[in-house]
């Protein structure tokens, strides 16, 4: 059998950590009613649940992008992917909404290190093929969080209730962690890992990253489009449950849309490195239109009634733009920092996308509550309709001369 190559190997590797890593954050989704059932949760309680894993990633994305930076991408993984899990297991040791959302708030921070490293080592390994490289390793978001919409209700079923589910995604987190740890190694004849950039400089790079004019576009327009990821994996199985769809087709659904992400991350990356001229930000503008379009199917689902087949085709759809985009999205980041800073600039550039997780889901769940689950779902395509028209903009002003 044919050894992988350095470089393919080193993906092969960050994928199955950012995969570990999304089973919990993504997949917890799935344990959506067993959380409302036991701990007598309505949604808007749901979003604040959900919402403090984002809001632990939102403060520390750019103070772990700079740790990165500072002590190198396999400290970080193996570190932070190990107590990312110890963390999820131990929120299950109390039955209580209050001791439950603490703990996804740690794994939020620790979660937070994730993206800056794996893309600081596609960043450092790959120069040819980066955006379909770094879609690959982003791939391993929605495939982490299709395992775990499929694993972890299974787990909840057949073991009585979210406790166990959560224990069971924390091993698997961990272990992933330490795998990826195992299998990597640096690239021949890059001193990025034993020059590390001083703090001053790398301080100094966030900065301009917040401030530069086409750079804040993105970073907004990453805010809208996550909110809109963010908000359909926490509540497309209720939504779908509110519609009497039955459970099985409801948790389906939110494994094909982390599969659709998996498959079309790479795929969005190839576009915009062959189609686009590596300009990234119009890929993120189609993403932002399509993903409008298909929330507006979502609400008019829920007014018709209609059969699998639409639950099925629409969540192809919102997986393929929704939880597709975030490949192109980590390659701007990565880009603008350079080698040295990647890190730090992807640590400034997720934690606008990271607000959207602990903004969004509870303003989502208390439009629901309000109005319910079809206004809900209009009111997040206007959302994406907006980032479309600012980061296609944002392209428009660097194309300007």
């Known amino acids: 059998m044919k050894r992988l190559g350095p470089g393919t190997s080193v993906l092969f590797w960050m994928t199955v950590a950012q995969a570990g890593a999304t089973l919990d954050q993504q997949g917890l989704g799935s ?37 990165v930076d500072r002590y190198g991408e396999r400290t970080i993984v ?44 596609i960043l450092r390994w790959f ?37 166990p589910a959560l224990v069971c995604g924390g091993a698997i987190c961990a272990l992933a962690a330490v795998a990826a740890g195992l299998g990597y190694h640096e690239p021949p004849g890059d001193d990025a890992a034993a020059a590390p950039v001083s703090m001053r400089a790398l301080l100094r790079g966030m900065w301009r990253f917040v401030v530069e004019r086409r750079a804040f576009a993105v970073n907004v327009g990453a ?40 498959i079309a991350r790479p795929l969005w990356g190839v ?34 009634g209609r059969g699998a087949a639409a ?26 920092g350079g080698p040295a800073a990647a890190g730090s600039a992807m640590g400034v550039g997720l934690t606008f996308n990271y607000a959207a997780g602990f903004i969004a889901p509870p303003l989502f769940g208390v439009i629901v509550d309000r109005f319910g689950f079809v206004p809900a779902w209009r009111t997040l395509a206007l959302d994406l309709a907006a980032a479309a028209l600012i980061v296609a903009a944002g392209a428009r002003r660097k194309a300007s001369p």
């Open 223 to 262: 805010l809208l489009l996550a909110s809109g990821q963010y908000s359909v994996v926490a509540f497309l199985v209720l939504g779908l449950l509110h519609d009497h769809y039955p459970r099985s087709l409801a948790s389906l659904s939110l494994a094909i849309v982390m599969i659709a992400g998996t």
């Open 78 to 121: 193996v570190g932070s992917g190990v107590l990312m899990g110890a963390s999820v297991a131990l929120g299950a040791l109390v039955p209580h909404a209050g001791w439950l959302t603490g703990w996804l708030f740690v794994f939020g921070a620790l979660y937070a290190a994730s993206s800056p490293a794996g893309g600081r080592a």
């Open 31 to 67: 344990l959506a009613p067993f959380f409302a059932a036991e701990l007598r949760l309505d949604h808007a309680a749901l979003g604040a649940l959900f919402g403090a894993i984002y809001l632990g990633s939102t403060l520390f994305t750019a103070p772990s992008g700079i740790l």
């Open 271 to 304: 576009l915009s490195d062959r189609v686009f001229a590596h300009e990234r930000a119009y890929a993120l503008a189609i993403v932002g239109v399509i993903g409008a379009l298909g929330c507006l199917w979502l609400g008019a689902l829920g007014e018709s």
């Open 311 to 336: 639950v099925v085709a629409i969540a192809v759809v919102l997986g393929a733009t929704l939880l597709g985009f975030t490949g192109l999205l980590n390659t701007v980041f990565a880009e603008i």
């Open 127 to 163: 120069s040819r093929n980066r955006g379909m490289a770094m879609g690959v390793r982003q791939a391993g978001a929605p495939l982490g969080g299709a395992l775990g919409a499929l694993i972890l209700p299974a787990v909840a079923l057949t073991f009585g209730g979210y406790r």
